[in-house]
């Protein structure tokens, strides 16, 4: 713990004297002005505060909301490259290039919530608990290449809020649909007369009955964003997000004579939760729910070409589970603190950007207590060398480390630095090909060494519960025999959890053919070493074992065009595919394939708009899933419709699946088949 403080303080000290630096000339930074009511998906490779290399227009788009928007991974889903997938008992997992979950940073504007990673059969970082209703857009960051954020490899979620609104209005909404949803929102957005002080608030309540069984789901969030301009290149911004969630624990749905719940005809047959295995007096109970308490706060001050941000992230959540002879109450606390800092300086054709990023997150249970910490600094050097090559040279150094608070036990305390080389090519003023090169470190987030440590040093409780990973394990592959497996053996087999670390590569070309068509194409490749995986084999279903592997290497490409058929119709189209394979996996010596990756997807869309109020999109999506998810190839489409009245009101209707196609992201779990919601806005 000294040696934790004695870090902290260095790092405040470096702080310190980075805010004592001289100003230098400061160029006022840019903000697009984007209407609150249109959410924009904005597609661009980082190099710099306020320096961003455009990508394709295909990139930026706006969704049509008739109320079926409650997430921001509603935002995702249509995006090239990404996959969302949604389990009923473990929530929403997003795929950025062939990686999930913990390999995707997510950030509000800038500051990382670093929180993710499945734990009790759901999510650390809750993506129904992040602010949709005052999101300004989107920024994607694929691959590993930016020096800024480190301890990502698929790339970084940037959800930027609303800090300068324009206009004073007030809106409100009001939207029912399918399976009992019911929403209401309420935002005010302004700026006072002398523009100091600029502001966007809202409120939402949302009420659903839910697809499956038990599943509801109510909410209420507000959302603050408060800007005070001191002049007209420095401000500091505030934002707040208080959220509270209940949502109604899946329970089995079906005629098997061992499912306690018996079969409802109302709802879709489901197998028995919290698994298929588990015993009638361990099987979870119609009333069974989870309650989510989420708070973000977060202070960012920018002066010109620097910003220094701080922030916290916490959320409570609260397990009410009902079994046939007995109730369950259990809690989780995961709490997300951090502070960055950032400064650029133009020096002739260089455009160097540093800083610094400290991140701590703290998970405890009433049985667990763990925390882990990231420092980091960071230096990218954009040199545009003549007006056809564009060179970025990064470095980032990391340290990391992770306890064990209750018992005092230190799992992980390693440094890296990582360089990073990007290059693009001008070949003409519409066409450029573009290459990177970057080391990655990637340590586990907090919720695999919670998993690992349970597995790993199982309680006596657990070794004695038959349904434990280890007795399963023993029982699947030596007959039940501890004596021919013993634990110490079962210790060696998993090994101590460790970083990622290795080599991120990408080879692209883009180019804009006229003012209709353009497209780009974008080849990478990943090479990584201490790979995290969990093992599922036999009849593993509560928190698997995660462990490293010897090396992954994850392969792709993706392939994105838009044409502009006229000035009111668009067209939209993406083919993304990836694969990887696999070595020196412990429990799997013979296997080759790294089957937790999704092999592809294709993405097509149709945007139309008469420029007098009405506006429609039409977006498909086809997944080919990863091979452990045991589900076949789908098709789905959703149409969106707007129409804006005079008096700025709104009416939109969305129609989801629209082909009404049968479909499983989660094995034995049907999606919803064709449904709708229709909105009704008004602003004044």
């Known amino acids: 713990m000294l040696k934790k403080i004695k870090k902290k303080r260095a790092l405040l000290v470096a702080l310190a004297v980075c805010l004592q630096v001289s100003p230098w000339a400061y160029a006022e930074e840019t903000v697009p002005d984007f209407a609150l009511e249109t959410i924009v998906i904005t597609d661009s490779k980082l190099v710099g505060e306020g320096e961003a290399t455009k990508v394709t227009a295909l990139n930026i788009k706006d969704k049509i909301d008739a109320g079926q928007i409650n997430s921001i991974t509603d935002l995702l889903q249509d995006v090239p490259g990404i996959t969302v997938t949604t389990s009923p008992q473990g929530g ?40 949709v209703s005052n999101v300004k857009k989107i920024e994607i960051i694929r691959g590993a290449s930016s020096a800024q954020y480190g301890g990502t490899l698929g790339g970084v979620i940037n959800i930027v809020t609303t800090d300068t609104p324009g206009e004073n209005k007030t809106y409100l909404k009001s939207s029912f649909g399918s399976y009992g949803d019911r929403k209401t929102s309420i935002s005010n957005q302004g700026t006072t007369d002398n523009g100091k002080i600029s502001w966007s608030v809202s409120a939402d309540k949302k009420e659903s009955d839910g697809f499956y069984r038990n599943n509801f789901k ?6 603050l964003n408060l800007t005070y301009h001191f002049t007209d290149n420095q401000r500091l911004s505030v934002a707040i997000t208080d959220s ?9 749905n079906n005629a098997n004579p061992k499912n306690i719940n018996g079969w409802n005809p109302h709802y879709p047959t489901v197998p028995i939760a919290p698994s298929e295995s588990m015993a009638p007096a361990k099987q979870y109970l119609d009333g069974s729910f989870r309650e989510f308490d989420t708070r973000n706060y977060s202070v960012n001050y920018y002066e010109g070409n620097w910003k220094l941000g701080l922030y916290k992230n916490i959320q409570d959540r609260t397990d009410h589970l009902r079994f046939l002879n007995s109730t369950s109450v259990s809690t989780m606390t995961t709490e997300n603190t951090g502070y960055n800092w950032q400064q650029s300086r133009q020096l002739g054709n260089h455009k160097l950007t540093f800083g610094l990023d400290s991140r701590e997150l703290k998970y405890k249970t009433t049985t667990s207590r763990f925390e882990t910490e990231l420092n980091g600094y960071y230096i990218q050097d954009n040199w545009q060398m003549d007006d056809r090559v564009l060179l970025g040279l990064g470095l980032r150094y990391d340290h990391f480390e992770a306890d064990n608070m209750l018992t005092s036990t230190n799992y992980e305390d390693k440094s890296k630095v990582s360089p990073k080389l990007n290059v693009t090519y001008k070949l003409s003023s519409n066409e450029s090909v573009y290459a990177s090169a970057s080391q990655v470190f990637k340590a586990p987030p907090l919720s695999e060494f919670s998993k690992w440590a349970s597995n790993y040093s199982p309680s006596q409780e657990n070794l004695n519960n038959l349904d434990s990973n280890y007795n399963k394990y023993v029982n699947d592959n030596y007959g039940g025999d501890t004596n021919r497996f013993t634990l110490d053996d079962w210790k060696k087999k998993m090994g101590v959890l460790g970083t990622e670390s290795g080599m991120a590569y990408e080879l692209g070309w883009q180019k804009q053919f006229d003012d209709r068509f353009g497209a780009k194409v974008t080849g990478f490749y990943y090479d990584i070493d201490n790979y995290v995986t969990s093992y599922m084999g036999g009849s593993i279903n509560s928190a698997p074992p995660p462990y490293n592997l010897g090396n992954a290497k994850i392969h792709g490409l993706e392939w994105t065009n838009d044409y502009q058929f006229s000035k009111n119709l668009g067209l939209i189209f993406s083919y993304t595919t990836q694969n990887g394979k696999k070595s020196g996996d412990r429990f799997d ?31 498909g999506q086809r997944i080919k ?24 009101q709104t009416v939109a209707l969305a129609v989801n699946n629209l082909f009404d196609t049968d479909y499983e992201q989660t094995d034995g779990f049907p999606m919803p088949g064709r449904n709708y919601s229709l909105s009704y806005q008004i602003g004044f």
């Open 244 to 252: 509270h969630r209940e949502e109604g624990t899946l329970v089995g």
């Open 625 to 648: 899933p990863a091979r452990n998810t045991k589900t076949d190839s789908y098709t789905v489409f959703n149409l969106g419709m707007s129409y804006t009245m005079k008096k700025d």
């Open 589 to 619: 010596p013979t296997g080759t394939k790294l089957d937790s990756i999704p092999k592809g997807t294709v993405n097509l869309g149709l945007r139309y708009n008469d420029y007098q109020g009405f506006r429609a999109a039409l977006d």
């Open 92 to 131: 929403t997992t997003v795929t950025l290039r062939g990686v999930s979950g913990d390999r995707v940073l997510v950030a509000i504007n800038g500051n990382v919530i670093d929180s993710q990673g499945p734990i009790m059969r759901g999510r650390a970082l809750e993506w129904d608990s992040l602010p």
């Open 218 to 223: 109510d909410s209420d969030d507000i959302n």
